[in-house]
C-alpha cells in the first residue's frame, strides 16, 4: 500500500454487525522502506516529531483530554462493551498519562513511536501485525471459549465472548490490546498490517488520518 492508498475496512462477524453496527477495523498493508531494525531506536526526525508531541499536551489539555470529542467516543464505547475507563484507560488517555508521569513521550523504538505519533494527532489506536504471521485479513469477531490468543505453544487461553481482532485462523488481539507476540512485529520485519479502530462518534477521516500518518512514516525511507 502507498501512504495515499485508501485503507480497506475489515470484516465483522453477524454478532458483531447486529450489536456494534458502528464499530470498525480499519486496515492497510505496509511495506516498510526506513531501514533498521524496527523494534531499535528511532531515527531523529521521528524522536523530533515526539518531542513535538509532548509539548502539545501540557496542563490543562492533559488533564482535559478526555472531554475532546475523540476521546470521548472511545469512553462511551468501553463503558457500552463493560469496560470502566477511568479504571481501563482508553489508549489516549494511557499514553498521555505517561506523558504526564515522565515528562514527555518516552521513546519505544522506531515502531512503537511511530503508532504514538498517529495515536497522539489523531486521538485513534493503531495497531501493527507482521504481515508474514497472518492467514488472511484481519476483522473483529468474539471468542471462543478456550481458543488460543495467537499461534502457539504457550497462548494465552481465551474466555468465550472477548471482542477480538482476528484472521481465518487465529485470534490475533484483543480489541485495544496487543497483538499476541506470534503476530507482532519484529525487529527484521519488512511488512507490517496496520489496523485502526473506529467506534460510533469517531469521523472516519480521523481513522483514514491515523492510519495515513503511520504508514507514511513507515514507508519513508
Known sequence: MSSAAAPTVGWRAPEVVEELPSLRLLVAEVEVARGGSLTGVSPPDIQQRLRERSSRFRGARAVSIRREP???????????????????????????LERMIRGGFPTGGLLADVLLIALTDTGVPVWALATETLDGPPGIRAS?????????????????????VADSRHALAILFDEPAPAHAPRASTRAVTLFAVQVAGVPTLFAEEALWTAASALEAP
Not at 70 to 96: C, K, N, Q, S, W
Not at 144 to 164: F, M, S, T
Open 70 to 96: 475523540v476521546p470521548a467516543a472511545y469512553r462511551v464505547f468501553f463503558r457500552h462493551i463493560g469496560l470502566d475507563p477511568d479504571v481501563v484507560r482508553t489508549p489516549i488517555e494511557t499514553a498521555v
Open 144 to 164: 471462543v471459549e478456550g481458543e488460543p490468543l495467537g499461534a502457539g505453544r504457550n497462548a494465552q487461553l481465551l474466555p468465550e465472548g472477548r471482542l477480538v
